[in-house]
Nanobody, 128 residues
Framework: QVQLVESGGGLVQAGGSLRLSCAASGGTFSRYAMGWFRQAPGKEREFVASISGSGGSTYYADSVKGRLTISRDNAKNTVYLEMNSLKPEDTAVYYC?????????????????????WGQGTQVTVSS
């Protein structure tokens, strides 16, 4: 059973940076594509970024392209989200999630319902 634990959230001013980490255990990490999602109060959980099991392919939401970067270190069983040029609208609870790599497709990578395992979330607050 895969366990995911996020860390690195906090309070940052607009224009600042944070790096989120998600540590995985209990599974073969490289067999899972990984995603980052976020959920703001009163809104549905939305896709942010994802990366294939090997790290060779990535997808980003249009709203974060050029500002946020997903990466992974399979030797450390960890996926990262480097967040730069943060905006107040980035404020949300950020979750990492895992999807079996064979299900990682252009039609599934953005859908929370396709991801089998989720972390507890970490709060990111961007002030004006």
């Amino acid at each position: 059973q895969v366990q995911l634990v996020e860390s690195g959230g906090g309070l940052v001013q607009a224009g600042g940076s944070l790096r989120l980490s998600c540590a995985a255990s209990g599974g073969t990490f490289s067999r899972y594509a990984m995603g980052w999602f976020r959920q703001a109060p009163g809104k549905e959980r939305e896709f942010v970024a994802s990366i294939s099991g090997s790290g060779g392919s990535t997808y980003y939401a249009d709203s974060v392209k050029g500002r946020l970067t997903i990466s992974r270190d399979n030797a450390k069983n960890t996926v990262y989200l480097e967040m730069n040029s943060l905006k107040p609208e980035d404020t949300a609870v950020y979750y990492c999630a895992a999807i079996p790599d064979w299900k990682y497709l252009s039609s599934t990578y953005y859908s929370p319902n396709e991801y089998a395992f989720w972390g507890q979330g970490t709060q990111v607050t961007v002030s004006s």
